[in-house]
Each structure stands twice: as structure tokens, then as C-alpha cells.
């Protein structure tokens, strides 16, 4: 299997302009985790699915930000409009137990 | 609510040293406890977890102990290597209320 997949692994955008991270889940994996990590902040937990279901949302920070899963193999992560304060690392996790979370590589964020 | 909180970091040791990270929580229910590795440029990875009290989780000679007695999950190795250089985050999961906790995360250099 090839783990979970991100893409793009680095972007680089201006402030005000929309970004779309995308996410690929291990095959048969329920769960799916977008996470963002800052040194400021660590790692927080954003939003999580099951089963392509958006199950707690309570960590996105605000209305920029969105997330869907229009099916088992796909997620993404869309900023829109996008501020320099969204700098950071993205990542995708998928489970199929919640408990034991495959971490993709990550998204290098830097909106400019 | 519940939480974990780890030791400060960075922890620098000499190779083939001891290891010690300290990580206690804080649950309302029975979490399940778990320590992961990130190293640099990559996403975390799952390194040991412990489902239950007095529950052992080993990995790559790491070792860690649910104390349910003093809240504690600490992690330790005998003897580090140069390749066990990464942050190690400790992590707790409530599975009655599907919620996952993860602490600040502990820095660890080993020196050659």
C-alpha cells in the first residue's frame, strides 16, 4: 500500500487567493483526519470523517475554512480567501480503527 | 476536560544513553494511550500504544506503561541512537466520546 497521499506537498500563495489541499486515504480505511501543526500551536485537529460523513468540525478555525469527501479515496481542504496566518503544516490521517492514525506526508503551506 | 501534557523539550542525549519522556493525561472515561514519532519532514507514526491499565506497549525498543494509578504513560528506551532523533508526541483517545487528544510534542537530538 502506498499510505496516505497529499498533494501538493509545498505551496506557495499571496494573501486573499484560494488553496486546495487534496487528500488520498489508505484503501479501506473509515476514518479520515486533516490536521494542522504550527510551532506556535502544535498539532490540532481540524475536522474528522467517518465513513465520508464530516463528524466534528469543531476545530476548523473559521468560515475560510472548508472540507469535503466526496467519496472513500478522496478528501480535501480548501482556504478561501487565504491569510498569512493559515502558514503551516497540513496533514491527512486515515484510520480504520479512530484509534490508530496513518499520517500522511503533509502540505507546507506559506501564503505570502 | 481531558488532556495530555508532556515533558518540555528539547531532551539532548549522548548515544546509547537512557531515555525518559514523561507524558500524564487527564480522562473522564477509559482512554486508550498511545506514543507517536514524527521524524523531520515526515508525518507522525504510530510507535507503541496501551489500551488498558497496566498494559505494556513496546516498539523498536521503546517501551511505555499505562499507570492508571498516576495518570502517567511515560516512554523509554535503554539505550538511544543517533536515528531515534524526532519529536514524540504522546496521545489519548476517550472511545466513548471518539475524541483524540494529543500532547505539545517532545523534541529529542541524539548525539553521536
Known amino acids: 500500500d502506498a499510505g496516505v497521499i497529499q498533494s501538493p506537498r509545498h505551496e506557495v500563495t499571496e494573501m486573499g487567493q484560494e488553496v486546495t489541499l487534496r487528500c488520498k486515504p489508505i484503501s479501506g480505511h473509515d476514518y479520515l483526519f486533516w490536521y494542522r501543526q504550527t510551532m506556535m500551536r502544535g498539532l490540532e485537529l481540524l475536522i474528522y470523517f467517518n465513513n465520508n460523513v464530516p463528524i466534528d468540525d469543531s476545530g476548523m478555525p473559521e468560515d475560510r475554512f472548508s472540507a469535503k469527501m466526496p467519496n472513500a479515496s478522496f478528501s480535501t481542504l480548501k482556504i478561501q480567501p487565504s491569510e498569512p496566518r493559515d502558514s503551516a503544516v497540513y496533514f491527512c490521517?486515515?484510520?480504520?480503527?479512530?484509534?490508530?492514525?496513518?499520517f500522511g506526508p503533509g502540505t507546507r503551506l506559506t501564503v505570502t | 476536560g481531558d488532556s495530555v501534557t508532556q515533558m518540555e523539550g528539547p531532551v539532548t542525549l549522548s548515544e546509547e544513553a537512557f531515555l525518559t519522556i514523561n507524558c500524564t493525561y487527564t480522562a473522564t472515561g477509559y482512554p486508550s494511550l498511545f506514543w507517536y514519532v514524527q521524524y523531520p519532514g515526515e508525518g507522525l507514526q504510530l510507535l507503541l500504544k496501551a489500551t488498558k491499565a497496566d498494559d505494556k506497549g513496546s516498539n523498536k525498543g521503546f517501551e511505555a506503561t499505562y499507570r492508571k494509578e498516576t495518570t502517567s504513560f511515560h516512554l523509554e528506551k535503554g539505550s538511544v541512537q543517533v536515528s531515534d532523533s524526532a519529536v514524540y508526541f504522546c496521545a489519548l483517545v476517550e472511545y466513548n466520546f471518539n475524541k483524540f487528544y494529543f500532547g505539545s510534542g517532545t523534541k529529542l537530538n541524539v548525539k553521536p
Open positions: 490521517a486515515s484510520s480504520g480503527t479512530f484509534y490508530e492514525q496513518y
